[in-house]
């Protein structure tokens, strides 16, 4: 089985587990309910449930308290995207090849299946303090999935984004967006992962500054393929950070050095990873890939 075949076995068991944490539509509040389950059953690589469950298994993990941390942290994941598209802010039309939830279920309700589900993610991530071995693991990674999505994190990060559009960015400043808004999703669970399965506070840190590094690469990677790519490989509208105005590393650098940093980044990444004790060749070239996938 080559790296793609594994990929997409591995990606269709990380849904599955992802998808039995989904609310049922039923009663007075149902269209919420249909709101939350088209944003999160419309496709993606299910990459930061993958990350969470691959970096446990690389340090000897092998119960099912991770799970409700990998449903929680695609839930966070696709409330960022569902706030992403509104008019607010992106005003995109299209995600994963099909309709936006705003353009489906109309901006109010967009806005209340995002809040819908960062409620749904700490409360299903709760679930996991039934399953804790007794030795604070699950408080841990609670207050990292916290951490890591809030005003130090996602959020902040967003909000930075938000305010700099139409400005003219030093990288400093820059680098400060990506490793919020997009890093923190990526560190949060390869150190949710390594908490769980009991790795030391020096293999957390390292997970962290792995998840950092591949964040980074990783939206910088975004942003070459909203220049190189194509609406049909990505799902989603290009050149929509020109029309927002946005810095990016392309318009900052150019895109040759954007691309160099890329290599740079995930190469750093996946020494970084092969130093830490275990072993898992799945989740080295999953690092890898990532900085240098096509949507």
């Not at 299209?94 to 409620?119: F, I, P, S």
């Not at 408080?139 to 967003?158: D, N």
């Not at 995930?266 to 072993?279: Q, Y």
């Amino acid at each position: 089985m080559n790296f793609h075949e594994e990929f997409a076995a591995r990606a269709a068991q990380v849904q599955n587990i992802v998808y039995r944490y989904l609310p049922k539509e039923q009663g007075y509040q149902s269209t919420l309910a249909e709101a939350v389950n088209y944003s999160m059953t419309a496709g993606g690589k299910r990459l930061r449930p993958m990350l969470m469950l691959e970096t446990y298994r690389l340090f000897g993990g092998t119960e099912r308290v991770v799970e409700p941390f990998m449903a929680a942290i695609e839930m966070i994941h696709t409330h960022s995207l569902i706030h992403d598209d509104l008019p607010a802010l992106d005003n995109d039309e299209y995600r994963r090849g099909r309709k936006t939830t705003h353009v489906a279920y109309g901006e109010a309700m967009a806005v209340l299946a995002g809040d819908a589900l960062l409620n749904l993610a700490y409360e299903t991530a709760c679930g996991a303090f039934s399953m804790d071995p007794g030795d604070g693991r699950t408080c841990r990674a609670m207050a990292v999935l916290a951490k890591k999505t809030g005003i130090c994190g996602m959020l902040g990060g967003q909000s930075v984004d938000v305010q700099s559009e139409g400005q003219a960015l030093s990288t400093e400043k820059l680098d400060f967006i990506y490793r919020l808004k997009t890093g923190a999703l990526l560190e949060a669970p390869m150190m949710i992962g390594a908490i769980l399965a009991g790795a030391s506070q020096k293999e957390v840190d390292a997970a962290e500054q792995i998840g950092r590094d591949m964040g980074l690469a990783f939206q910088i990677q975004d942003d070459i393929l909203d220049v190189t790519g194509s609406s049909s490989e990505l799902g989603k509208p290009v050149g929509s950070d020109e029309k927002n105005h946005k810095t990016t590393y392309v318009t900052a650098k150019g895109l040759e050095a954007a691309k160099q940093e890329t290599q740079r980044l995930s190469l750093r990444a996946v020494e970084a990873l092969k130093s830490l004790p275990g072993e898992n060749k799945f989740l080295e070239e999953l690092v890898e890939a990532l900085a240098f996938r096509r949507n």
